[in-house]
Nanobody, 121 residues
Framework: QVQLVESGGGLVQAGGSLRLSCVAS????????MGWFRQAPGKERDIIGI???????YYADSVKGRFTISRDNAKNTVYLQMNSLKPEDTGVYYC???????????????WGQGTQVTVSS
């Protein structure tokens, strides 16, 4: 069982930056693929990116070049650095842990409670 707790959300102006954190419980954090999803108001939950256990990353086209995922296995933490934020980045951001890249993409695994990010124009 893995518990995930996100933090770092808030209100920011367009063009600004935020860093989200997701702390995981458990002793096998380094073996998990860690993903970030976003759910905008009235829309489905969409993948933002993945930090694989191998250390490689994947980003959705909508955030490529603006968002960066990193992880600190010693701290059981994955981060989402968000720069050049746009109003369309507004939504609830969720952290997820899965056994593989595919598990994360399919929504299989553990989920945090989400943290709200609001970008004003």
């Amino acid at each position: 069982q893995v518990q995930l707790v996100e933090s770092g959300g808030g209100l920011v102006q367009a063009g600004g930056s935020l860093r989200l954190s997701c702390v995981a419980s458990g002793r096998t954090f380094s073996s998990y693929a860690m993903g970030w999803f976003r759910q905008a108001p009235g829309k489905e939950r969409d993948i933002i990116g993945i930090s694989r256990s191998s250390g490689t990353t994947y980003y959705a086209d909508s955030v490529k070049g603006r968002f960066t995922i990193s992880r600190d296995n010693a701290k059981n933490t994955v981060y989402l650095q968000m720069n050049s934020l746009k109003p369309e980045d507004t939504g609830v951001y969720y952290c997820t842990a899965g056994g593989s890249d595919r598990d994360v993409r399919l929504g299989r695994g553990y989920w945090g409670q989400g943290t709200q990010v609001t970008v004003s124009s």
